[in-house]
Nanobody, 118 residues
Framework: QVQLVESGGGLVQPGGSLRLSCAAS????????MGWYRQTPGKQRELVAD???????NYADFVKGRFTISRDNAKNTVYMQMSSLKPEDTAVYFC????????????WGQGTQVTVSS
């Protein structure tokens, strides 16, 4: 049974930092591209960043230089360090596991709320 459990969201002031974590289980994590998406009310879910099984990363332009995605294959966990947060980063953030060698379809976590406000 595939499970993705996010943690680390919360309320932070503009300019602050948060680290999101996503603990994965039920599949071969090390061979799976993982990512983070975000969604605000009335908008489509958008890619924030992803990281392939081999380590290369990809970032949306709106987070380049501020967010860093990483993974620990020994812990089956993917992280996203978010710095210099802006009010427009407020969203529900979802962990994502891409279909491929070890998964027949994409999987999503339940989401974690990030609110950037003074």
């Amino acid at each position: 049974q595939v499970q993705l459990v996010e943690s680390g969201g919360g309320l932070v002031q503009p300019g602050g930092s948060l680290r999101l974590s996503c603990a994965a289980s039920g599949y071969m994590f090390s061979r799976t591209t993982m990512g983070w998406y975000r969604q605000t009310p009335g908008k489509q879910r958008e890619l924030v960043a992803d990281i392939s099984s081999g380590g290369p990363t990809n970032y949306a332009d709106f987070v380049k230089g501020r967010f860093t995605i990483s993974r620990d294959n020994a812990k089956n966990t993917v992280y996203m360090q978010m710095s210099s947060l802006k009010p427009e980063d407020t969203a529900v953030y979802f962990c994502y596991a891409r279909a491929g060698v070890s998964l027949k379809r994409d999987y999503w976590g339940q989401g974690t709320q990030v609110t950037v406000s003074s």
